[in-house]
């Protein structure tokens, strides 16, 4: 994507499940896996809006193992529905 | 934005991340993206902040482009949070923006419409500010006892210091109380009580060191997800470590603890005194611990219930408060009752289940961290119960150590900064002080440069929250001004509040109601007059969070259209109501405010909002370095002998305002050393101060070398007090015909009564209505399935709701829970209006009803 949304965050998961969910997570809509300290694993979200952006981390609770979703940095200076016209 | 920018961000988002999962601030710091680069000729500006939500208090970085917020991340060198933000972090800049920010002043010209968002018309400052102090003005003339604010945990600490002092010294009246009242009073009440200082001896870095989590009614998960993330982080990181839940329902935090303790009935009371009864007779208390630190006490019992406007003056609600001295045999003989079998028939917990937690307070070995919050503090006998919880965590010895100690979780963001270090409350001063204490008048006078004795004249408290909304309603209010919070949705009992009830109450709509906004609520359709506010960074304030640390959070945006930062609202509010009032010689305004205000400029003296809240933290300072006002340090140290102790106002030390910008945050006290403040995370408990130990304290009025290496020196004689409180009954029992027992509170997605994340509608989406949660064995007995509409009837009034058995909660039989975020369920019309008669904090969590299926 070369425009949108951008949003780091650290997923927290139940050890046993940390590679699991680290191949599943980049099969969600905008998710990059970057790295993984010990049970956390370190995403970005791409997405055209804040709310998408939202919706799809929210979505990762669901994930089975992921016991926390933590918002670290969020870029939305290309959200068109904030900012029409933009900055 | 241009690729390169995109490739910038994006690689600044992830170091952020990477940093942030590996944990080390100092790794972190190195990691702020560095982005103030010109874009387009334009600067990207960096500004500090604190998050909006809830009381966790959890730092954050605002960076703005042309004046709009562009991006926020959690701020690394905050140690409250450490980078991390829970997913409501999406949002904190959304808020600014709904479409219906409240932006012009609005006058109520029908009042035959209050209720309603109709019968307004837009108007000019000049003209709403005449207006409010006109009436404002006419009501104090009149009769100052029909006059009130009620403010907030959520406003800024400095706007309530003005307010307070507004209210206190301008008006001389105590009509003046925070919704603080609805959450933390019952915390409040009992640290007083306890240790004779409201504070909370540790700190978040606590959840590091614990081996045992017990949540006593907290549901930590949903409504302070930072530290409870924290709290699984250490779980995670050491698989012995355990988390109990104690609990009247199954929750989120439930569901994630290694066991769920479900009690009932004020059950809780017998639990923590049947730990204490076995503690004394296994003889697996703290031996050491008891005898240097502790003093023993018995109090007022047989309360009874606060059911009706005279309690607070009869013979029995006078008396709540007294407590005599006892021996601690008579206190373990008081206990006696309190056997497994006792506690197990009260509370409907297994004995087995008591006796495991009773077992984990017998051990030494292990480090127990208590959290407790609105199921302890709303409660009809909420102060006992934090009463107990102390007693259980002090006579175990598991008490002020890192990751060993009894922790209140604050509920807002400026809980303990503004409404109880202020003390916005109608019995306080600033920094712990209260109004019934002549040397605490003294020493307020001094700070304000008032008369000796001016204050005289506020020597008894005033009306507390529910006084005065019952006040309101009878009719005996005049005036009301309101900021920071939504009483027409979050008080108790709002069918009488609100003039619905059967005796019908006119009050509401008779008395003159301001109210400083952002957004329309509940409470505008109430106001006569509405003020637009500047909200959150749109103007200069700083937040207390529940750890004793103080933020600021910079102005980073301006407020859109005609809405104004809520001091600049006072100060011309104030100027008008005090025009030509005398404080001895003195224009009163100018003796108050004049520091900061230049009244007929209608503006501030100071060139920005930093430098007004920098002079006026200033003189805020003062109460707690009486070195800086030598006629306070004379006072403080009692030099004259008139009074016969000494304040130890140092005790809660705060540092001058930049140093809270340039540390990201501080503990109190903080303490300077060789030039450099540092803050305090343990209190009470003596250590080198630069690793966070109360050292400076200790040795300045404490005393070294005691068991635990814990010195309590704010209490009396240094021994804080167990006072012995027992079981009473909730204030209604379910019965025939309303069989069930009701509790509210708050979710995830949304931040108390809504107004704020119900504007964001990717959050009003996740949780867009608020559900009956109930037992599905109760639904079946009852015919009700899930989404069937369904009448809740109690005592008080009556809602329609939605029923559902896979709400968020999960209730045991007989038990319900439905959240008060939605206006238009308006759940707390069946709410009782009973409230703990200590701590003048009402019971939200046990109004008992009946719940009938509406046809069709």
């Known amino acids: ?24 997570l980049p099969q969600k809509p905008g998710v990059e896996v970057h790295g993984i300290e010990g049970y956390k694993i370190v995403i970005t979200i791409e997405s055209e809006t804040v709310d998408e952006s939202h919706d799809i981390a929210n979505g990762l609770m669901d994930i089975t193992g992921v016991i926390g979703v933590n918002l670290v940095y969020l870029n939305f200076e290309d959200d068109k529905t904030i900012y029409p016209d933009g900055v | ?4 920018r995109r490739n ?8 952020m991340a990477t940093a942030a999962a590996a944990g080390s601030v100092a790794s972190m710091t190195g990691c702020a ?8 000729g334009d600067s990207v500006k960096k500004t500090l902040a604190v998050c909006r939500f809830c009381g966790c208090g959890c730092g954050v970085i605002v960076e703005t482009l042309r004046g709009k917020v562009v991006s926020v991340y959690g701020d690394p060198e905050n140690d409250s949070n450490r980078g991390l933000n829970c997913v409501k972090g999406y949002y904190l800049s959304k808020i600014l923006y709904a479409e219906d920010r409240l932006t012009k002043p609005l006058i109520r010209e029908d009042n035959s419409l209050k209720g309603t968002d109709e019968g307004f018309r837009e108007a000019t400052w000049t003209e709403a500010l005449d207006l409010v102090a006109s009436k404002l003005r006419e009501t104090w003339k009149a009769d100052k006892s029909r006059l009130a604010y009620w403010g907030s945990g959520q406003q800024p600490i400095l706007e309530g210091y003005a307010t307070s002092k507004f209210w206190k010294a301008g008006l001389r009246s105590n009509n003046i109380d925070p919704n603080a009242r609805l959450c933390m009073a019952s915390a409040v009440v009992g640290f007083m009580n306890v240790f004779q200082t409201d504070e909370p001896a540790g700190c978040y870095a606590d959840i590091d060191h614990a081996d045992v989590f017990i949540t006593w009614g907290a549901n930590m998960a949903e409504a302070h997800p930072m530290l409870y993330s924290r709290v699984m982080t250490r779980k995670i990181s050491n698989p012995k470590v355990k988390h109990y839940d104690v ?3 199954g929750t989120r935090t439930g569901a994630t603890a290694d066991k769920v303790i479900l009690f009932g009935n004020n059950g809780d009371l017998a639990i923590t005194n049947c730990i204490a009864n076995y503690l004394i007779k296994n003889k697996t208390y703290d031996k050491r611990f008891v005898e240097a630190h502790l003093q023993f006490k018995k109090g007022t019992e047989n309360i009874g219930n606060a059911d009706n406007d005279g309690y607070d003056k009869s013979e029995i609600g006078q008396k709540v408060d007294a407590t005599e001295s006892i021996t601690f045999e008579e206190y373990a003989k008081r206990l006696e009752p309190y056997t497994w079998e006792y506690a197990s028939k009260i509370s409907g917990t297994p004995v087995e289940d008591i006796k495991e937690l009773y077992e984990l307070f017998a051990n030494p070995d292990i480090k127990i961290l208590s959290f407790w919050t609105m199921g302890v503090n709303q409660h009809n006998r909420g102060t006992w119960m934090n009463h107990n919880l102390h007693n259980i965590h002090l006579l175990s010895g598991h008490y002020c150590k890192p990751g060993d100690t009894g922790f209140s979780l604050t509920g807002q963001p400026s809980a303990c900064g503004t409404a109880r270090e202020v003390g916005t409350f109608c019995h306080r001063l600033p920094a712990d002080l209260v109004v019934a204490n002549p040397q605490h008048r003294r020493y307020t006078e001094a700070v304000w440069n008032l008369p000796e004795n001016y204050l005289e004249d506020i020597a008894t408290p005033g009306f507390h929250t529910t006084k005065m909304f019952r006040e309101l309603s009878n009719g005996n209010i005049d005036f009301l001004w309101s900021a920071n919070n939504n009483w027409a949705q979050s008080m108790s009992n709002l069918t009488r509040f609100l003039g619905r009830g059967a005796e019908d109450k006119r009050g509401i709509f008779d008395a003159f109601i301001v109210v400083s906004e952002v957004y329309p609520t509940i409470s505008t359709k109430y106001a006569n007059v509405v003020l637009p506010s500047a909200m959150w960074i749109e103007r200069e304030g700083a937040f207390g969070n529940g750890e004793r640390r103080t933020a600021v959070f910079e102005k980073a945006v ?8 809520d001091m600049w609202q006072l100060m011309e509010v104030a100027k008008r109501v005090l025009q030509d009032e005398k404080i001895g010689q003195e224009d009163a305004f100018d003796l108050l405010f004049g520091q900061w205000y ?10 920005s909002q930093r430098e007004v809240c920098k002079s006026m933290w200033e003189e805020y300072r003062t109460f707690s370095n009486p070195d800086l006002n030598p006629r306070a340090a004379a006072i403080n140290s009692d030099k004259d002998e008139k009074f016969g102790a000494k304040l130890k106002m140092e005790a809660k030390q705060l540092a001058p305002y930049e140093e809270y910008i340039y540390q990201h945050g501080m503990t109190w006290p903080v303490r300077e050393i060789d030039g450099k403040w540092y803050p305090t995370k343990w209190r009470f408990a003596y250590g080198d101060q630069k690793e966070g130990y109360d050292q400076i304290g200790i040795e300045k009025y404490g005393d070294k070398g005691l068991a635990g290496d814990a010195s309590f020196y704010k209490s009396a004689d240094h021994k804080p007090s167990v006072v012995f409180r027992p079981w009473e009954p909730p204030a209604e029992v379910p019965d025939d015909e309303y069989p069930f027992v009701f509790c509210t509170g708050r979710l995830l997605e949304h931040w108390h009564t809504g107004t704020m994340t119900r504007r964001v509608p990717a959050l009003d989406n996740a949780l867009p209505e608020a559900l009956l949660d109930m037992n599905p064995l109760d639904m079946e007995a009852l015919g009700i399935k899930d989404g069937d509409r369904v009448k809740l009837v109690s005592r008080w009034g009556e809602v329609e709701i939605t029923a559902s058995s896979a709400g968020r909660t999960q209730p045991p039989q007989k038990y319900l829970f439905a959240p008060f975020f939605a206006e238009e369920t308006l759940i707390n019309l069946v709410q009782q209006e009973m409230y703990c008669p200590l701590s003048k904090e009402p019971d939200y969590k046990k109004t008992c009803v009946r719940v009938e299926k509406l046809q069709g």
């Open chain 1, 1 to 24: 994507m070369d425009h949108g949304v951008i949003s780091s965050l650290v997923v927290e998961t139940a050890p046993e499940y940390t590679q699991a969910v680290a191949s599943e």
């Open chain 2, 1 to 4: 934005m241009s690729i390169s």
């Open chain 2, 8 to 15: 910038f961000v994006k690689s600044a988002a992830i170091a």
């Open chain 2, 33 to 40: 993206p560095k982005v103030n680069e010109p874009i387009n």
């Open chain 2, 247 to 249: 609990s009247t329902l």
């Open chain 2, 558 to 565: 301006d407020p859109p259209g005609d809405a104004m930062w």
């Open chain 2, 598 to 607: 230049d009244k007929d400029a209608a503006d501030f003296k100071q060139e």
